[in-house]
């Protein structure tokens, strides 16, 4: 009975002989994924992954997604697609208003030749104001959402952000029928103020589900989906906006947004160990790669801002992220005015134009994931240098291809050199986009808020810039506008071949007056971020070799009371002194 107790600590409201017993995967009710084993407790559909001593919750589409074949993925693999799709989702969100707005307050001819007349009566101001106001709300949340994912599971936080923002997108069409500006302004910001916590949230799953040499690997494939978005959102929005009406792309993406976190709340948890499927060998990969991890959350007062202030690793990062965020951002807001005003192309033909430097891009930061983590794994080219490498390397190309747009007259030669100047940006990715999780882990979330907020600068100035640049005289504005581009990535390659790194800083490990208990396990705690070293074991909890061992003795005893009649409430009830310390523990 104590060993019972000890493995499964729950207590169940009937006798375990007459109203539940545990299955395997082989019987009808459990669950497994690789060679593993999931237990299930029949009465109340409660799964007891691998004896260790938590209770986990399955859910119907976790299961069918378990039973499906297609789906027979590594569980951190399956969260980097999920993380994906969110991305490609929201930054897809951020192409409807530039792609619907030529339609709503501008004459047009349809593909079908029929003339339409603008609703909306926008002055150049208000429409810039438009095209800003959901950075306001962006901007506030970046830091704050780094204490977030550092405090509360970062996979809830991060299907809150794309959810709200994909159902607050529902109600963009009726504020814009309503002329009512100050309702346009409010969900926008209120957009930015959820998605502000998108990246940040990334940062802090990636903390416990990515070991250190898949870390290029796995972010990359996750933010992969902010690319893709642009892929898919500037031809999709334009072709809806096109050929059914400007406010189709709003309806279709709130509605997968939507869609997409029933799937996302059921398939992710914070921590490898909490997941009810995974497989032994894949969460043993994970926890012994990555190490102990600090049970502490960081405050702020425990946060070193002034080292974090004074670190040129640090800033090395949040100006890569502001040249490149400004280049984006840019590119996302008004491609399609470019390509009209400059190229003389039609929205509904160059939508799909649009989209081929992004799915380029998509491509290169795939690709440059994996060769990066190739090198650092087989010791070819330490963190620092594939980190310098990648970024400058990058940046370099966008900043020389970027001039050559500046002065391109053909529409072949601008689209051309535009391709090649976002492809090569896709390199960076593997350089300042990760760097956060090689200098300081256990703030990692905070950095990337602080880079994306310093970043997200870019996405209000770049507005007003543009049509000041352009007001007057549009081909020579835009040649302006790429001009200081290509500057703007120019002063990103030298700052960061300079202070970049890819070692952990001294600051970035907790204070001894911050880890107050000691993990069970003997061997020396190591940071995160090291391999080869001990697994992570929850406090209070058993080791998984303790727990092996009592697994054998286990079996007998239990057959014994099963074939009595039951556990006995007596016994039950009262658990051995050790079990229940254990479990209170925990």
Request: proline share 5%; hydrophobic share 40%.
């Amino acid at each position: 009975n104590n060993i019972y107790y000890s493995i499964f600590a729950k207590k169940p409201e009937e006798p375990v002989s007459e109203h539940s017993r545990l299955r395997d995967e082989n019987g009808t009710n459990g669950t497994t994924n690789g060679s593993s084993k999931v237990e299930k407790l029949e009465m109340d559909d409660t799964y007891a992954y691998d004896r260790s001593g938590m209770d986990v919750h399955s859910n119907p589409v976790l299961k069918f997604v378990d039973r499906s074949n297609c789906c027979d993925w590594k569980k951190r693999w399956q969260l980097a697609i999920l993380a994906n799709l969110g991305f490609l989702i929201v930054f897809g969100i951020r192409c409807n208003f530039g792609a619907a707005k030529n339609h709503m307050y501008r004459n047009y001819t349809d593909p079908e030749g029929h003339k339409h007349v603008h609703e909306f009566n926008w002055t150049q101001n208000e429409l810039s104001v438009m095209e800003s106001s959901f950075f306001y709300g962006y901007l506030v949340t970046q830091v704050p959402a780094g204490f977030l994912a550092a405090k509360f599971p970062p996979n809830k936080l991060f299907g809150l952000a794309i959810t709200c923002g994909s159902a607050l997108n529902l109600f963009l069409p009726y504020a814009f029928k309503s002329r009512n500006d100050y309702a346009v302004a409010i969900i926008q910001i209120m957009q930015g103020l959820v998605q502000g916590v998108a990246y940040p949230s990334v940062h802090g799953i990636w903390r416990y589900w990515a070991p250190p040499l898949e870390r290029s690997k796995l972010a990359t494939t996750a933010f992969t989906g902010s690319y893709a978005g642009a892929v898919l959102g500037l031809p999709v929005s334009a072709f809806l906006v096109s050929y059914v009406n400007w406010s189709a792309p709003f309806y279709l993406y709130g509605v997968m947004g939507v869609i997409w976190s029933v799937f996302w709340f059921s398939l992710t948890f914070e921590k490898p160990a909490y997941h009810p499927s995974i497989s032994n060998e894949e969460k043993n990969h994970i926890e012994t790669a990555i190490g102990h991890i600090s049970q502490t959350h960081p405050t702020l007062k425990s946060v070193p801002w002034k080292e974090i202030l004074q670190s040129k690793p640090v800033w090395a990062i949040i100006v890569a992220n502001f040249a490149r965020s400004w280049t984006f951002y840019l590119l996302l807001q008004n491609q399609l005015t470019y390509m009209r005003d400059v190229l003389d192309m039609k929205i509904n033909n160059s939508g799909l134009v649009a989209a081929i430097p992004h799915l380029v891009m998509g491509g290169v930061v795939l690709a440059g994931g994996q060769f990066a983590d190739y090198l650092r794994s087989n010791k070819i080219l330490s963190t620092t240098a594939v980190r310098k490498i990648f970024n400058c390397g990058g940046f370099g190309g966008e900043a020389f291809f970027m001039l050559l747009v500046a002065y391109s007259k053909s529409e072949f030669w601008a689209i051309l050199f535009l391709i090649l100047a976002v492809g090569s940006s896709g390199f960076a990715i593997s350089g300042y986009n990760v760097n956060h999780l090689d200098i300081a882990p256990r703030y990692a979330a905070i950095l990337m808020g602080m880079s994306n907020g310093i970043g997200t600068l870019a996405g209000l100035i770049c507005p007003f810039v543009t049509e000041k640049f352009t007001a007057h005289s549009p081909k020579h504005g835009w040649t302006s506008v790429f001009l200081l581009a290509s500057l703007i990535h120019f002063t990103g390659v030298t700052f960061y071949a300079f202070f970049a790194s890819g070692e952990l800083q001294d600051w970035a490990e907790p204070k001894d007056e911050e880890e107050p208990v000691k993990p069970h396990n003997t061997a020396k705690p190591v940071g995160y971020g090291t391999s080869g070293q001990d697994t992570n074991v929850l406090q209070g909890m058993q080791q998984p070799q303790q727990i092996q061992q009592v697994s054998s003795r286990f079996a007998a005893p239990a057959a014994t009371a099963a074939s009595m009649g039951g556990w006995g409430d007596e016994a039950w009830n009262q658990p051995s002194a050790a079990a229940n310390q254990n479990y209170q523990a925990y």
